[in-house]
């Protein structure tokens, strides 16, 4: 058989092609990485050059007066995005002939922080009037409240838009509750494109803010059979029933879900889930679940900030690409609370 002869020219062009073709692929990777549902890391970029400057900033000045309020911006792009998409629909209030997320069962006073959207969105319209969407001021908000926290930093996709609608039926029945089961968890999760990953990595937001007393009570008295939940620290489940009794009222009384560092974004909320101190049922079964997916994530990120840190930013990222709107879909309010 006679023996091909490669040609000197025809390998070189081969490897010229073969680099442009992989340029080409990690070009459109990088596309890929900056663009998502219509959405882009530089969509102000001319239109608003100083947005997220602004935001940023107003967001330092609340934490500073209040370091739970970072909590909240956070908790307000994540009941925001599971009900109908990152689209700012929990924002809008009821009126007369309007019925709005708020007072779902999940949102009614339990939810804080509309009156720092409120003063980023007015000093955003006299910068950039009818510019920057409520939507990316929650995407941009929980970023920045949580990197003030000590937490990552991650770039927001931008670009989406205000919703003229909202879905109080929605927030009932797609919000997870603080009692729900491992099944729920995953479920609910699941129906968001949301997998166990994304699960244990943004239940570590409870790493900072305040629980009410209504929230992990059932926990501290009647689990199974009038008795508390085995799985609590016998210590940490006195503290508690001291701040919320059994009988009378508790006067709303809140305790960190983290109660070694409530203020700080690091991995201590999953110390405390391994050490029986998971304030809520749902933060508790990530780890107790026996054959369950989440609990080898639980224990893992104990012990590894930086991939905790590099996953939530991951999770979030793709959580606020749920359904955004984009293009001519919905509108650019210029009040946060009603539409135009």
């Known amino acids: 058989m006679a023996r091909i002869k490669h040609s000197p020219g025809l390998t070189l062009q081969f490897q010229s092609v073969l680099i442009t073709a992989v340029a080409l692929m990690l070009w459109i990777q990088t596309l890929d990485a900056q663009s998502c549902n219509g959405l882009s890391h530089h969509f102000y970029y001319k239109s608003c050059p100083k947005a997220q400057a602004i935001i940023k900033s107003m967001v330092e000045d609340a934490v500073k007066k209040e370091a739970r309020i970072a909590a909240s911006l956070l908790?307000?792009?994540?009941?925001?995005?599971?009900?109908?998409?990152?689209?700012?629909?929990?924002?809008?209030?009821?009126?007369?002939?309007?019925?709005?997320?708020?007072?779902?069962?999940?949102?009614?006073n339990s939810l804080r922080g509309f009156e720092v959207v409120d003063k980023i969105k007015s000093n955003l319209e006299k910068a950039c009037p009818g510019v920057v969407s409520c939507a990316d001021i929650l995407a941009v908000a929980a970023r920045d409240s949580v990197a003030i926290s000590g937490g990552p930093f991650?770039?927001?996709?931008?670009?989406?838009?205000?919703?003229?609608?909202?879905?109080?039926?929605g927030a009932n029945e797609d919000l997870p509750a603080p009692n729900s089961t491992h099944q729920t968890l995953e479920t609910k999760f699941k129906l968001q494109g949301l997998n166990v990953v994304d699960l244990v990595a943004l239940s570590g937001a409870h790493t900072i803010g305040l629980a009410r007393c209504a929230s992990f009570k059932q926990r501290l008295y009647n689990q199974t059979g009038n008795k508390p939940d085995q799985t609590l620290d016998t210590t940490y489940l006195k503290q508690l029933r001291t701040v919320c009794p059994q009988t009378g009222t508790d006067n709303n009384q809140t305790r960190p879900f983290d109660p070694v560092s409530p203020t700080k974004f690091d991995v201590n909320y999953y110390k405390n889930v391994v050490a029986g101190k998971g304030l809520l049922n749902s933060d508790e079964i990530l780890y107790s679940t026996k054959g369950s997916r989440t609990a080898g994530f639980v224990k893992y990120y104990t012990t590894n900030t930086h991939a905790f840190f590099?996953?939530?930013?991951?999770?979030?990222i793709k959580m606020g690409n749920i359904s955004p709107l984009t293009g001519f879909h919905g509108e650019i309010r210029k009040n946060c609370r009603r539409i135009n």
Not at 78 to 94: I, T, Y
Not at 154 to 169: E, H, I, N, Y
Not at 310 to 316: L, V
């Open 75 to 108: 908790r307000l792009h994540f009941h925001d995005c599971f009900v109908k998409g990152c689209d700012a629909s929990l924002l809008l209030d009821d009126n007369a002939s309007f019925t709005g997320e708020k007072t779902a069962i999940p949102n009614k």
């Open 154 to 169: 991650w770039k927001v996709l931008l670009g989406r838009r205000d919703s003229r609608s909202a879905s109080k039926s």
């Open 310 to 316: 590099k996953q939530f930013a991951a999770s979030m």
